[in-house]
């Protein structure tokens, strides 16, 4: 059974940074994709950024482009998302989530998710 931890948020200022780690367990499939979304207070949850093991080219929604970073460390089957210069709209619950059949984009359907941690950005 797939395990995924979240940890690493809470609360900044703006214009501060956070790192965000998953702790994947609990797979042997070699192709895969992860990725990190997250979900503001009332409202839906989103795609953040992606990687998988086909492509290495990572991906971001715009609104995150420039200011956070996925990354991978395989021997340690864990996933980060290292965010720089913070803002406000960027408090949500932060998800990681594994798909192990994807089209185009992790989209979040049939994937295994974590608990979620929450990242709160003052102004």
């Known amino acids: 059974r797939v395990h995924l931890v979240e940890s690493g948020g809470g609360s900044v200022q703006a214009g501060g940074s956070l790192r965000l780690a998953c702790a994947a367990s609990?797979?042997?499939?070699?192709?895969?994709?992860m990725a990190w979304f997250r979900q503001p207070p009332g409202k839906e949850r989103q795609r953040v950024a992606e990687m998988n093991t086909n492509s290495g080219k990572p991906y971001y929604v715009d609104a995150v482009k420039g200011r956070f970073t996925i990354s991978r460390d395989n021997a340690k089957n864990t996933l980060y998302l290292q965010m720089d210069s913070l803002k406000p709209e960027d408090s949500a619950i932060y998800y990681c989530?594994?798909?192990?059949?994807?089209?185009?984009?992790?989209?979040?359907?049939?994937?295994?998710w974590g608990q979620g941690t929450q990242v709160t950005v003052s102004s």
């Open positions: 989530a594994i798909q192990f059949e994807w089209d185009t984009h992790c989209s979040g359907k049939d994937a295994d």
């Open positions: 609990g797979y042997t499939d070699s192709s895969f994709c």
